[in-house]
């Protein structure tokens, strides 16, 4: 990626945000698909139940609870029909809506919502728009008729004897069991609404729980392959970069940064889009409610809008440089946790606590600054859904008290508006997911893209084989031509080194610390590749053989084995499915059985972290099994028996015998005892070959070998080897 500041894990921000981030970030989604779309359904009919809610609330309140009727002069009106323009066509769609009880038309005040105030006023003022609000109903049981009988004179009835209509004021003072009886039907209707508002609210429960359980499904899988992913990455770097890179980084990466991804997929891209239907669902009802309040509400959005705008760079950069002191601290507390003997030691603990005092300072600065831009964002966001709310409810008092709104729509658009903002708010609450997703998908994907692995001809980034598939069985011929190499450019460690390692012999090299020994096993092995030159395998570059087969042809056993958390019998199989009787033949053979088998569960005997439950013996000793049971053509011992006492290297010598027959070697030591039956020494000075030969062909040439043994045994040992 473009743009990234390296050097220190604290400066690896990348500064300009691009839609590549977004685009790779949903590219995870592909294969989840299905899950996806079964996610968006229950996320819309989760959110048309709940925006479907306060209409059946207002239908409920204006059509049952709260209903009533205007009643106007049948004669005005008809009169007015009879004319033309515009008052004729709303007075003729008050005759077919209306109705005709008497002398009067009764109409639903929705059927003159449209009417201008003023002219409302002036119907009033002319006596065909009654003063009184009434309440028309059907005469349809016989207990109705006996209320009219009872109050002679408060209703009015049209000549057909099927509609009755009587004041709001009139139906006040009516007994209860009177009123009960003549809103029956409303009763009935409030009843249904009443269920269709509790299946609704049963639906919104159930596709809610639809939506965020799938949701969560996608973001634990889409999260558990780019860990895999990632992983993956990192293990077919090279060591310059493992390196070169903080361990306490990578795993911040590959745990801290994806944990952000899941919450991204899990809260966030779902509640994005059902936020965003939600809002768009809110405007499109209360423009059908009414298009006046709907004008009013909008003018809270623009200065939303601006505070959203404002606010998204600065917490954006929050986050990023939060993302960063973590991953800071992180690699902080991994190197010093794992080098804590070293700092006890040497009473390194008050400098070290300083150290990382400093860094959370700069954790906590950046978590406050974060906070802070919060701390503000959110009130301001609270301080205009109340002004909206306000602003409705100023607004719409006088269209009620004119009779343009009633009280259904009312509390529906209340309501409606607070839903409007809900997705605001959570909006900002789910801000600082969304960007702390982005700076740590930033970070994720600039290690993806950062490549510095050993080339195979595989290709980069494909899968594996198999290390379980029939063995390959190598000749086992090692040469080196002319092969330079360095570390660091312009310090050279090898310089035009050339040998070979005839198939089935055995060959040591010694020579100074800093002499290349270590990197001759580094090469063969490709964890590093030659500046120049080549290395060979059965005269093929070893460049040209797959990295999977190289490594199961040539294996290494190093000084300080490394174990891994899990029993003995996985330590030893490292993942290739080997049987139980070739683990435990390995064993034998290598000599770690009978330790093994004294230990509480012998072969599942669980390994702890770092294998502190077990000597330094007896891991080297785990780590020849190993070898035995993996059978590779090639082995190069690492000064594998320097850290190990008298007895134990007993053991491994009976053990070595079995491991180096009909296997080429390759033994790296400084202990020249352990190198004297070796078919042929190579002495290394300087990155090049100095001297080569048998032990005792090189102890009689008294050249760097000899002055070496010397150094070490004394001139005594060297008399009496010579002398037999």
């Not at 009960?180 to 009763?187: C, F, H, K, V, Y």
């Not at 609704?200 to 159930?206: G, H, M, N």
């Not at 008050?350 to 701390?375: H, N, P, T, V, Y």
């Not at 050993?454 to 011929?477: C, F, M, Y």
Request: charged share 25%.
């Amino acid at each position: 990626m473009s743009g990234v500041e390296r050097g220190s894990d604290e400066g690896d921000i990348v500064r300009g945000y691009s839609p590549e981030v977004m685009k790779r970030l949903l590219g995870y989604l592909k294969p989840y698909t299905p899950a996806m779309i079964l996610t968006i359904i229950a996320l819309t009919l989760a959110t048309g139940s709940e925006l479907l809610s306060p209409i059946v609330m207002r239908r409920a309140l204006d059509d049952y609870v709260l209903r009533r009727e205007y009643s106007l002069d049948v004669s005005t009106v008809e009169e007015l029909a009879s004319g033309s323009g515009p008052a004729a066509e709303d007075a003729s769609a008050y005759l077919e809506e209306g109705i005709p009880i008497s002398d009067r038309l009764f109409v639903a005040p929705s059927v003159l919502s449209d009417m201008d105030l003023d002219a409302k006023d002036a119907a009033r003022e002319a006596g065909w728009l009654d003063e009184n609000d009434w309440f028309v109903y059907i005469l349809d049981d016989e207990e109705s008729l006996q209320v009219i009988e009872d109050n002679p004179g408060a209703f009015i009835i049209d000549g057909n004897g099927k509609y009755a209509a009587i004041t709001i004021e009139g139906r006040r003072e009516l007994a209860p069991e009177e009123r009960r009886t003549l809103r029956s039907a409303d009763i009935a209707g409030l009843g249904r609404r009443s269920v269709q508002y509790l299946v609704l609210l049963t639906a919104v429960l159930i596709f809610t729980f639809a939506q965020v359980y799938l949701a969560s499904w996608i973001g634990q899988k889409i999260m558990a392959d780019i860990r895999q992913g990632l992983l993956g990455h990192i293990m077919r770097q090279s060591l310059r970069y493992l390196g070169k890179t903080p361990v306490g980084s990578l795993v911040s990466r590959t745990a801290n940064d994806v944990e952000t991804i899941n919450e991204f997929f899990s809260n966030v891209t779902i509640s994005f889009l059902k936020d965003f239907a939600v809002m768009i669902g809110v405007l499109v009802v209360i423009f059908a409610l009414d298009t006046r309040l709907a004008l009013i509400s909008l003018t809270t959005v623009v200065p939303t809008l601006f505070l959203i705008v404002i606010f998204r760079n600065r917490m954006r950069e929050s986050f990023r440089r939060v993302r960063s002191r973590v991953s800071a601290v992180n690699a902080y507390l991994s190197e010093r946790i794992g080098g804590m003997g070293t700092l006890q030691l040497f009473d390194a603990e008050r400098r070290s606590a300083k150290e990382f005092r400093e860094k959370c300072d700069g954790l906590l600065k950046a978590e406050l600054l974060q906070m802070r831009i919060m701390a503000v964002f959110r009130p301001l966001i609270e301080l205009i859904a109340s002004a909206a709310v306000a602003l409705v409810i100023w607004y719409s008092t006088g269209l009620h008290d004119r009779g343009l709104v009633t009280l259904g729509v009312l509390i529906a658009f209340l309501n409606l508006i607070q839903k409007f903002f809900e997705p605001v708010k959570d909006i900002a609450e789910k801000f600082n997911i969304l960007q702390s997703a982005m700076a740590g998908s930033e970070r994720i994907f600039d290690m993806m893209d950062t490549v510095d692995r050993v080339p195979d001809i595989q290709g980069a980034g494909g899968e594996l084989s198999s290390p379980t598939g029939p063995k390959e069985h190598a000749v086992g011929r090692v040469r080196f031509e002319d092969v330079h190499f360095s570390y660091v450019s312009g310090e050279p460690v090898l310089r035009g080194l050339n040998f070979t390692i005839e198939p089935g012999t055995t060959v040591a090299v010694v020579g100074a610390t800093g002499a290349g020994k270590t990197t001759i096993a580094n090469l063969m092995t490709r964890l590093w590749d030659s500046d120049s030159g080549r290395v060979l395998l059965d005269e093929k570059d070893i460049r040209e053989i797959p990295l999977d087969r190289l490594r199961r042809t040539i294996q290494p056993v190093q000084q300080d084995v490394f174990l891994f958390a899990g029993t003995m019998r996985e330590n030893i199989d490292l993942g290739l499915g080997l049987d139980s009787e070739r683990i435990i033949e390995a064993a034998r053979i290598s000599r770690a059985d009978a330790f093994i088998r004294s230990l509480p569960k012998g072969y599942e005997t669980y390994v702890t972290e770092g294998a502190g439950n077990l000597s330094a013996g007896q891991r080297q000793l785990i780590a020849f099994a190993r070898i035995i049971a993996h059978d590779p053509s090639v082995i190069i011992l690492d000064e594998a028996t320097a850290n190990v006492d008298t007895e134990t290297e007993s053991l491994l010598q009976e053990g070595l015998e079995h491991l180096l027959t009909d296997r080429t070697a390759l033994i790296i030591a400084h202990r020249l005892s352990t190198i004297r039956r070796a078919d042929l020494i190579m002495v290394l000075g300087h990155g090049k070959l100095i001297e080569e030969g048998t032990h005792a062909e090189l102890l009689a040439r008294k050249g760097v070998y000899h002055n070496l043994y010397k150094l070490q045994f004394g001139q005594g040992e060297i008399e009496r080897e010579t002398a037999i």
